[in-house]
Nanobody, 126 residues
Framework: QVHLVESGGGLVQAGDSLRLSCAAS????????MGWFRQAPGKEREFVSA????????AYADSVKGRFTISRDNAKNMIYLQMNSLKPGDTAVYYC???????????????????WGQGTQVTVSS
């Protein structure tokens, strides 16, 4: 079992930055692919970013590439999502995810992700 707790969401203006954090506990954290997904009102949950268990490989949705950066600190059982140049279209609840499968496939696995956090709200005003 893996328990995930997100933090760092909030209300910001377009162009601002936010850093989301996800604290993981339970099953050996270092063996998990970790990722971020988001869900806007009335829309399906979508992939944002993923990081391999070593932290050496990452993947991003095209909509956030170049603006968001995912990272992990295995010593602290933490992952982060640095979000820069935020846009109103980034407004959503952001969810931390953990899975044992390859990070590169996470974008296609939203319906079968093993573990989810409770989510943190990010609101970007124009």
């Amino acid at each position: 079992q893996v328990h995930l707790v997100e933090s760092g969401g909030g209300l910001v203006q377009a162009g601002d930055s936010l850093r989301l954090s996800c604290a993981a506990s339970g099953r050996a954290f270092t063996w998990n692919t970790m990722g971020w997904f988001r869900q806007a009102p009335g829309k399906e949950r979508e992939f944002v970013s993923a990081v391999s268990w070593t932290g050496g490989s990452t993947a991003y949705a095209d909509s956030v590439k170049g603006r968001f950066t995912i990272s992990r600190d295995n010593a602290k059982n933490m992952i982060y999502l640095q979000m820069n140049s935020l846009k109103p279209g980034d407004t959503a609840v952001y969810y931390c995810a953990a899975d044992h499968r390859n990070y590169a496939s996470l974008r296609d696995l939203v319906s079968t992700i093993e573990y989810w956090g409770q989510g943190t709200q990010v609101t970007v005003s124009s």
